[in-house]
Nanobody, 116 residues
Framework: QVQLVESGGGLVQAGGSLRLSCAAS????????ISWYRQPPGKQRDLVAT???????NYEDSVKGRFTISRDNAKNTVYLQMNSLKPEDTGVYYC??????????WGQGTQVIVSS
């Protein structure tokens, strides 16, 4: 079974940057659209950004112009470059793809804390 491992989170001041990574355990990764999700403390998990197999990105409105999603299929990795971070970006960030979500699978996520 494919596994996804998120990393790169941390504590950063408002206005700072972080780069998250999502590494997949196998090469089939390149065949799937991958998304990043964010779960703020005490709230539901919401979609933040998506990248198709061809590299076409799509973003939730609140992160447009600040976040950039990209992928390196040779490394089975998707990235989320987060700039101009705001306190409301705080949360646990997860990557996932539709077929894994359908099985109920979620990785451990990576914590992002943005201080004001």
């Amino acid at each position: 079974q494919v596994q996804l491992v998120e990393s790169g989170g941390g504590l950063v001041q408002a206005g700072g940057s972080l780069r998250l990574s999502c590494a997949a355990s196998e090469s089939l990764f390149s065949r799937y659209t991958i998304s990043w999700y964010r779960q703020p403390p005490g709230k539901q998990r919401d979609l933040v950004a998506t990248i198709t197999t061809r590299g076409s990105p799509n973003y939730e409105d609140s992160v447009k112009g600040r976040f950039t999603i990209s992928r390196d299929n040779a490394k089975n990795t998707v990235y989320l470059q987060m700039n101009s971070l705001k306190p409301e970006d705080t949360g646990v960030y997860y990557c996932n793809t539709a077929f894994l979500i359908a099985t109920g699978y979620w990785g451990q996520g990576t914590q992002v804390i943005v201080s004001s």
